[in-house]
């Protein structure tokens, strides 16, 4: 093998321990490895274990004759999913209609995948240690459609990834008992019911005590979290990480947070559209000792439970270590070769910034207008803001237990990331933040724009 072989493999072996998938991160596109086919068969010759599970993953790994099956999305489209297992000919219109079905009935489906069975029934699989769990967040286990799909069966059938979910449940339990105060220990009882019984209301009690557990030298989160792999965007990978605090780099978003209240008004929106009161979470860059997930982030905001970060509050972390763990060095795209080392020697700094930004103010900054219960509004209904595209005042709001996800579906994530990245770029030029990071002391770096 050349020592060009060697490079890419190697390359190679980066991205894959921080993307375990065999899909992007960002796009939902099919990766193929640069190394060639036969020089991963010879090395998977090293053991008859190796050679056999090569031998399994071969020709899905290498695959790329079919443009649809490079994407992830609606399997009617041609596209691949694992949230609608055994159902090639769902459609998005199933999936869509049996969305809002489970909404109105208020049962949450981040740990939910749907089949389709051969009758043409409908049965939403819950991930759970237990097929019968002792308390369910809705009464009904069956439902008779109506609409367009009129006289079919939508079923909960509960014990989906049951192996895991038990492992994980007894493991829980085990934390639970050395929790080191009393938010972590309900927070370790509301993670056991969420994946013991299925329960997504408990899931959303759990993050209701982990953002009151400030500072904690080991910070931790798990469950089915982030939506962006489903095309219809409301049900969850799942991830969980353990990271210790790195307490030097986490002053300067120390610093960040308590600055929030006098960098908003610079972003262009009306006061209308901001919180009535910015909630200072905890900010920390954390040292990652593992994160399971098909894609590790640099940053994180959560929880995803609108109702709990707009009212309640939310966390920040900065996966500081995700930027140094990197394959062999290679040429930057977009980046001129005399440019290369000023890039290399300020990309994890202006990093920093940038996460920092991202995660505190884009996603942590800005107001659903919404109807939070029945006959109740977080504004004016009255006399409600002005519109600053239209120049009127608004005429549509969230309804009682939407959310931008549950909303726009599969684009909704999408434009959540727009909107805290146009944030971050819009204020990573600001002189006062770049002090907080430590620049703006006076040094000009002349940078060279062709």
Same mark, same amino acid.
Request: include cysteine; glycine fraction near 8%.
């Given at each position: 093998?050349?020592?060009?072989?060697?490079?890419?493999?190697?390359?190679?072996?980066?991205?894959?321990?921080?993307?375990?998938?065999?899909?992007?991160?960002?796009?939902?596109?099919?990766?193929?490895?640069?190394?060639?086919?036969?020089?991963?068969?010879?090395?998977?010759?090293?053991?008859?274990?190796?050679?056999?599970?090569? *031998?399994?993953?071969?020709?899905?790994?290498?695959?790329?004759?079919?443009?649809?099956?490079? *994407?992830?999305?609606?399997?009617?489209?041609? *596209?691949?999913?694992?949230?609608?297992?055994?159902?090639?000919?769902?459609?998005?219109?199933?999936?869509?209609?049996?969305?809002?079905?489970?909404?109105?009935?208020?049962?949450?489906?981040?740990?939910?995948?749907?089949?389709?069975?051969?009758?043409?029934?409908?049965?939403?699989?819950?991930?759970?240690?237990?097929?019968?769990?002792?308390?369910?967040?809705?009464?009904?286990?069956?439902?008779?459609?109506?609409?367009?799909?009129?006289?079919?069966?939508?079923?909960?059938?509960?014990?989906?990834?049951?192996?895991?979910?038990?492992?994980?449940?007894?493991?829980?339990?085990?934390?639970?008992?050395?929790?080191?105060?009393?938010?972590?220990?309900?927070?370790?009882?509301?993670?056991?019911?969420?994946?013991?019984?299925?329960?997504?209301?408990?899931?959303?009690?759990?993050?209701?005590?982990?953002?009151?557990?400030?500072? $904690?030298?080991?910070?931790?989160?798990?469950?089915?979290?982030?939506?962006?792999?489903?095309?219809?965007?409301?049900?969850?990978?799942?991830?969980?990480?353990?990271?210790?605090?790195?307490?030097?780099?986490?002053?300067?978003?120390?610093?960040?947070?308590?600055?929030?209240?006098?960098?908003?008004?610079?972003?262009?929106?009306?006061?209308?559209?901001?919180?009535?009161?910015?909630?200072? $979470?905890?900010?920390?860059?954390?040292?990652?000792?593992?994160?399971?997930?098909?894609?590790?982030?640099?940053?994180?905001?959560?929880?995803?439970?609108?109702?709990?970060?707009?009212?309640?509050?939310?966390?920040?972390?900065?996966?500081?270590?995700?930027?140094?763990?990197?394959?062999?060095?290679?040429?930057?795209?977009?980046?001129?070769?005399?440019?290369?080392?000023?890039?290399?020697?300020?990309?994890?700094?202006?990093?920093?910034?940038?996460?920092?930004?991202?995660?505190?103010?884009? *996603?942590?900054?800005?107001?659903?207008?919404?109807?939070?219960?029945?006959?109740?509004?977080?504004?004016?209904?009255?006399?409600?803001?002005?519109?600053?595209?239209?120049?009127?005042?608004?005429?549509?709001?969230?309804?009682?237990?939407?959310?931008?996800?549950?909303?726009?579906?599969?684009?909704?994530?999408?434009?959540?990331?727009?909107?805290?990245?146009?944030?971050?770029?819009?204020?990573? $030029?600001?002189?006062?933040?770049?002090?907080?990071?430590?620049?703006?002391?006076?040094?000009?770096?002349?940078?060279?724009?062709?």
């Amino acid at each position: 093998m050349s020592d060009k072989d060697v490079a890419h493999f190697l390359n190679y072996a980066a991205q894959f321990l921080g993307n375990a998938g065999n899909y992007k991160s960002f796009g939902d596109s099919k990766f193929i490895p640069r190394i060639p086919q036969d020089k991963v068969a010879a090395l998977a010759t090293q053991s008859s274990a190796t050679e056999k599970s090569y *031998h399994a993953c071969k020709n899905d790994l290498y695959e790329s004759t079919s443009t649809a099956r490079m *994407h992830l999305g609606y399997p009617d489209k041609g *596209h691949v999913s694992p949230y609608y297992p055994d159902s090639p000919d769902i459609t998005q219109a199933e999936i869509e209609y049996t969305s809002d079905f489970i909404k109105e009935r208020s049962l949450m489906p981040e740990n939910t995948r749907l089949r389709k069975t051969p009758l043409g029934d409908y049965e939403l699989l819950i991930a759970s240690a237990v097929t019968d769990p002792a308390s369910r967040d809705v009464a009904d286990s069956e439902w008779t459609l109506e609409g367009p799909l009129k006289g079919k069966k939508l079923r909960l059938v509960y014990g989906d990834h049951h192996i895991e979910m038990a492992k994980i449940s007894r493991n829980l339990s085990e934390a639970k008992n050395v929790a080191l105060n009393d938010e972590e220990a309900v927070m370790q009882a509301a993670y056991i019911k969420a994946f013991h019984d299925g329960s997504m209301k408990a899931h959303h009690e759990s993050q209701r005590h982990w953002i009151k557990d400030k500072g $904690p030298m080991v910070e931790t989160n798990i469950g089915f979290i982030e939506t962006y792999r489903d095309p219809q965007g409301i049900r969850g990978e799942w991830e969980g990480f353990a990271a210790m605090v790195n307490k030097e780099r986490t002053k300067a978003f120390a610093k960040l947070v308590e600055s929030a209240p006098q960098q908003i008004p610079k972003l262009p929106w009306p006061k209308d559209y901001e919180k009535d009161n910015f909630l200072s $979470p905890d900010f920390t860059s954390l040292e990652v000792l593992t994160f399971a997930g098909s894609g590790i982030p640099a940053g994180i905001n959560i929880p995803n439970y609108d109702d709990i970060r707009q009212n309640e509050g939310f966390k920040n972390v900065s996966l500081g270590n995700v930027m140094a763990a990197q394959g062999p060095k290679e040429p930057t795209p977009f980046i001129r070769d005399e440019d290369q080392d000023l890039y290399d020697k300020y990309k994890e700094e202006a990093f920093d910034v940038q996460v920092g930004l991202h995660e505190l103010l884009g *996603h942590g900054c800005g107001k659903l207008l919404s109807e939070t219960e029945t006959g109740k509004w977080n504004f004016d209904v009255k006399d409600p803001p002005v519109n600053p595209v239209t120049g009127k005042p608004v005429s549509t709001w969230y309804k009682p237990g939407e959310t931008w996800g549950s909303v726009f579906g599969g684009i909704g994530p999408s434009y959540e990331e727009c909107r805290a990245e146009s944030v971050a770029m819009s204020l990573s $030029p600001d002189f006062k933040i770049l002090q907080i990071f430590g620049f703006g002391d006076g040094e000009e770096v002349s940078l060279r724009w062709s």
